[in-house]
């Protein structure tokens, strides 16, 4: 069988990992936790950032730096993973859902400014596929009305906007490093931004609502309890495997590339035929060749696709069952306007197996199969 996704490893991880056990410092904010996060912003060129456990815990602190308070509305895509949501909702929000753009998945930017109200704290961009949203725009519409933007950057790692890291153009960006990212360390996560005057709130908030961040750095000669937090600091060994990542990101996000053009030019005639939509980058967009995916005409085509491949030997997945339609989404949120794409769109779509290290043959193994389906 092909697998879907296999966690990324290049090799070094192990090392790194004996390293962290070696130095006694397994807790959170050790030696390879201090490298990754300099890493990110020296080459994301960006202020702050703090590794997480995970990315619904960096969009947990963003909502709480944002302060968003019970009441207050949350705008964003329905067309995302629960923990978009669950951040806002967990602090009191309402959600409120805007259809998505049918070429990017992403959300509708010219929708967005109708579902604003007195009660809108903030937009969350989700940028699907590490493909980005039309940042320009939300921006635009977020300082008009004051707005917090958040950017689920999770997919979105070493994307650009034009040419400016994904994450580092809203007030926040959250990235995750979940074993299905492009880079990883099991579990776990990033929250950055520029305004430095987040700093101490956001250290306070990951350390228990401690000032002990500020004690470690030697500026105060006790900590105590500050403020309203939780623990959302990774231990140094998943930051080791990270570093080993980030030391090889080049090689990660080449080899991705790789296998996403090879998919492309492979499925073209049937794009071309109009059997298959294949994925859009605007020209603005450099992406990171997180996900590779096709659309089939409708959801009856592509459960037959999806099955013939798996007899085949191929694992492929559909992806979001959008969140306005589930239970908890009916509960926490509504739809504004109309859904025009956000479910059509949501049934078509499938992907193709995509990780670092997938070979030549087996995407031509690939393609060979879904071009034979379609003779
Ligand atoms: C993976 C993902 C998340 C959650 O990331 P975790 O690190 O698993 O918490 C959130 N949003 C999107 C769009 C994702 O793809």
């Keep these: 069988m092909i697998d879907f996704n296999i966690p990324p490893y290049v090799g070094t991880e192990i090392e790194y990992i ?5 130095n006694k410092k397994l807790c959170g904010d050790g030696p390879f936790t201090g490298k990754c996060s300099n890493w990110i912003k020296k080459n994301f060129h960006v202020n702050q950032a703090f590794l997480t456990t995970s990315c619904t815990h960096a969009l947990e602190m963003a909502a709480v730096l944002a302060d968003v308070k019970e009441g207050d509305e949350v705008i964003m895509p ?19 859902f805007v259809d998505i753009r049918p070429d990017t998945l992403n959300i509708d930017e010219t929708l967005i400014e109708d579902a604003i109200t007195p009660k809108t704290k903030a937009i969350v961009p989700v940028h699907y596929a590490g493909v980005s949203c039309e940042m320009d725009t939300i921006m635009s519409i977020a300082s008009r009305y004051k707005l917090i933007v958040i950017e689920d950057a999770a997919q979105g790692f070493g994307s650009t906007y034009k040419g400016v890291s994904l994450g580092t153009i809203g007030d926040f960006g959250c990235y995750s490093f979940h074993e299905t990212k492009n880079l990883s360390m099991g579990e776990g996560g990033a929250i950055v931004f520029q305004d430095n005057s987040y700093q101490e709130k956001a250290e306070i908030l990951r350390e228990k609502g401690t000032n002990r961040s500020k004690f470690f750095r030697g500026q105060i000669d006790k900590y105590t309890w500050m403020d309203y937090g939780s623990s959302y600091l990774p231990s140094d060994m998943n930051a ?8 090889a990101v080049d090689i990660i996000q080449k080899d991705r ?119």
């Excluded at 004996?18 to 070696?22: E, F």
């Design 240 to 247: 080791a495997y990270l570093w080993a990542q980030l030391e």
């Design 18 to 22: 004996k390293m962290a056990i070696k």
């Design 257 to 375: 590339m790789a296998s996403f053009n090879f998919y492309h030019e492979g499925l073209r005639p049937l794009m071309q035929k109009g059997y298959i939509e294949l994925p859009y980058i605007p020209e603005n967009a450099e992406h990171n060749a997180h996900m590779y995916y096709i659309k089939l005409p409708d959801l009856d085509s592509r459960s037959q696709l999806i099955s013939y491949l798996r007899e085949k030997g191929i694992l492929s997945v559909f992806h979001y069952v959008p969140l306005h339609s589930s239970p908890a989404g009916k509960r926490f949120g509504r739809f504004h306007g109309t859904d025009n794409y956000t479910t059509k769109e949501s049934e078509r779509l499938m992907r193709l197996p995509m990780y670092y290290g997938l070979t030549p043959d087996t995407i031509e193994y690939i393609v060979e199969t879904i071009l034979n389906y379609f003779r």
């Design 78 to 96: 329905s067309y995302t993973f629960v923990s978009t949501a669950d951040a806002f909702v967990q602090r009191g929000a309402k959600i409120v």
